[in-house]
């Protein structure tokens, strides 16, 4: 908590200044009035900071799969605010060090983090044809990648009921999504790997609950 500045707005929400509202009030009667403090604002130059250290200093497990998020993020830097460029990448490394996905042809991953990206935050304007063009990849190419990217970020919940569309059925529950990012972010953040090894073991391990993995079910 902070005291309130004579210049700050005043605090009865009257629209002017508390030294010219509520303060000779409060200064005659004793009162010392306190707000919450504000928290500093992430400046453009520190979140592309942040960004660039994902890719340069992630846990890849393959150089191609780092060349995917740089080349990703190059392609969404201007159409997207930098923090959903970031979780977008998140879940690009969680997907990537879960599956090894094979690399065969460039823009088909880089293009399923965009479209995870604009689904996640309900960015309908931005549709698989656009973005098909744009990679010069098939819509359904784009539907199925993403799909899995989605799944990591709601858990591996792939419950979605038969008989929904594409994009209906990919569609997560943006609270479900943000709260899978920020649980992945403070786990990557509290752990420091010594080893690729380690890192991909922990990864690998479900974000909720104690769901076995794939491993342990064949058991």
Known sequence: MKKV???????????????????????????IRLVPDQPEAQTPAHSE?????????????NP???????????????????????????LWLAYSAKERPQIRKPGVMEVAVEYTVATMYGLTEITQSQLAEKYNVSPGTISQRAQKLLEIAQGY???????????EAAEPDPFSVERAVRDL????????????QEAQAYLNEPLYGDKSSPDKDKQ
């Open 157 to 167: 919940d792939t419950s979605a009921p038969a008989g929904e569309t594409e994009r």
């Open 49 to 61: 900071a942040v960004l660039e250290s994902l890719i340069n200093n992630a846990p890849w497990q």
């Open 185 to 196: 972010t403070k786990r990557l953040e509290a752990n420091k790997f010594e080893t690729i």
């Open 5 to 31: 500045g004579r210049n700050d707005p005043c605090p009865c929400g009257g629209g002017k200044k508390y030294k010219h509202c509520c303060l000779p009030l409060d200064t005659s009667s004793g009162i």
């Open 64 to 90: 191609q799969y780092q060349a995917v998020a740089r080349e990703a993020a190059r392609q969404m830097k201007g159409s997207y605010e930098l923090h959903m460029i970031e979780n977008g990448l998140k």
